[in-house]
């Protein structure tokens, strides 16, 4: 199992920026993603990167304004996230995919992350 610590989150205006980490332990080099959940609705796929870093998705409401990205050698996850807009509001999760297949295994607890209009 690998444990997932996120931090970064906070209050921000529409248009300004944040930047999400989520923070590993043991082996890292697995495909990772970041997932959200606003109140009332299901959690959604934001955000993933290969192991390698050589690789990345996103869903499209959040292209061109957050970037995932990867330090295998701190064991840390980054969503870079700018131009933030109101329906950006969530919890913010981290997961990692160790397994075979699209499903991720382990999460973290998540952090918040408001947009004031």
């Known amino acids: 199992q690998v444990q997932l610590v996120e931090s970064g989150g906070g209050l921000v205006q529409a248009g300004g920026s944040l930047r999400l980490s989520c923070a590993a332990s043991?082996?890292?080099?697995?495909?990772m993603g970041w997932f959200r959940q606003a109140p009332g609705k299901e959690r959604e796929f934001v955000a993933s990167?290969?192991?390698?870093?050589?690789?990345?998705y996103y869903r499209d409401s959040v292209r061109g304004r957050f970037a995932i990205s990867r330090d295998n050698a701190k064991n840390t996850v980054y969503l870079q996230m700018n131009k933030l807009r109101p329906e950006d509001t969530a919890v913010y999760y981290c997961?990692?995919?160790?397994?075979?297949?699209?499903?991720?295994?382990?999460w973290g607890r998540g952090t918040q992350v408001t947009v004031s209009s």
């Open positions: 990167i290969a192991g390698s870093g050589a690789s990345t």
């Open positions: 043991g082996r890292t080099n697995y495909h």
């Open positions: 997961a990692v995919r160790r397994s075979s297949g699209n499903g991720y295994d382990d």
